[in-house]
């Protein structure tokens, strides 16, 4: 008990030094990822929404059968023969992100989509139905009135509008959880924090970071994303040492060198690690033009010559001349927009630019077409 006191009082130290000014450079260890088990869970489920204003599923043989079960739960049983209108219901798709840590009698917003032919939710309301996970437990039980950002109208000569998507809506808070999902992170052996990106460097920068603070051996680097931390048990000590540790600061490594371009729209990003070998680069335009003229032939009088048509075609090459530049070995992300502004390049030149850069070797990147 005196060595978790010790260790606590150690943290409430360090979570009030953490609090002071960070070095422009650094990042906070919870922007570079998370624990290991502290995550959200993907839940979802089949429902009904009625009400609507005759814009359902017009008689689909599941929606009369998803109908006639949501009546069976309240005492009604509709004869087998009976097949309603479902003009006025949809059946749908339920899903949902339950959060971490989250508890019974919290609620969580949910996403309804329609699977049939209905076109669209506008006005209707969800009946309540259950959400289950991955393992075929329910999580969460929803219900209540969709909120639909999407709208359409139809003419009666069959024209019609659309505005965004009406066969999908929201429920905020349209869900209740029902069971908390146990993360497992006060009885787990050690502590595991998982980078968003692998990288060596980050990996071993944050386990320094940990080892600065908390003392020599309690953090280590498996690999280029995990970070194993020894951590006391208990939820309570373990909750402080997470709060201090994603607090702390570090170095993040260098990105490595890539340049990305949309082909679509043109757009091209250089990442600062971007460097260029020992290059002479021109580039200019080579228009060819071809003009084609029809001349009439008349004969001279007596000649017993026929008119006729002359075909004349005129072909002309223009090349428009740039000026060769030198890009000397290992310039930087700057020399290089320098140089390629210097010629006036447009972005799809640039990609040209650099495609031709990658070929020759000089491009010391990985070069990413979207």
Known sequence: MAMIRHLLLALTILIAASAGIAPASADRIKDLGGFQGIRSN??????????????????????VQSLKAATSRFGLQLPPTVNPAMKNAAVVMVTADLPPFAKPGQRIDIT????????SLRGGSLIMMPLMGADGQIYAMAQGNLAVGGLGAEGADGSKIVVNVPSTGRIPEGATVERAVATGFDSAPNLTFN???????????????????????VAQA?????????????AEPRATLMSAI???????????AKVIVNARTGTVVISSA??????????????VRIDENQRISQPAPLSNGQTAVEQ???????EEKKPMFLLTPGPKLADVVKAVNAIGASPADLVAILEALKEAG?????LIVL
Request: net charge neutral.
């Open 312 to 318: 004349r075609s005129n072909v002309s090459v223009d």
């Open 112 to 119: 309804v989509a329609s699977m049939g032919r209905a076109k």
């Open 195 to 217: 980078l968003q990106r692998a990288d060596f460097t980050t990996a071993q920068n944050v386990a320094a970071a940990i080892n600065g603070r908390l003392g020599a051996g």
């Open 246 to 256: 994603e607090n702390l600061d570090v170095v993040s490594a260098e990105p490595p």
């Open 362 to 366: 000089a491009l010391k990147a990985e």
């Open 222 to 234: 498996i690999d280029a994303v995990s970070v194993q931390v020894r951590a006391p048990m208990g």
């Open 274 to 287: 971007v460097r260029v070998g020992a290059a002479a680069v021109t580039h200019g335009k080579l228009t």
């Open 42 to 63: 993907q839940l979802t489920g089949y429902g009904v929404v009625v009400g609507l204003p005759g814009t359902g599923d017009d008689n689909l043989e599941y929606t």
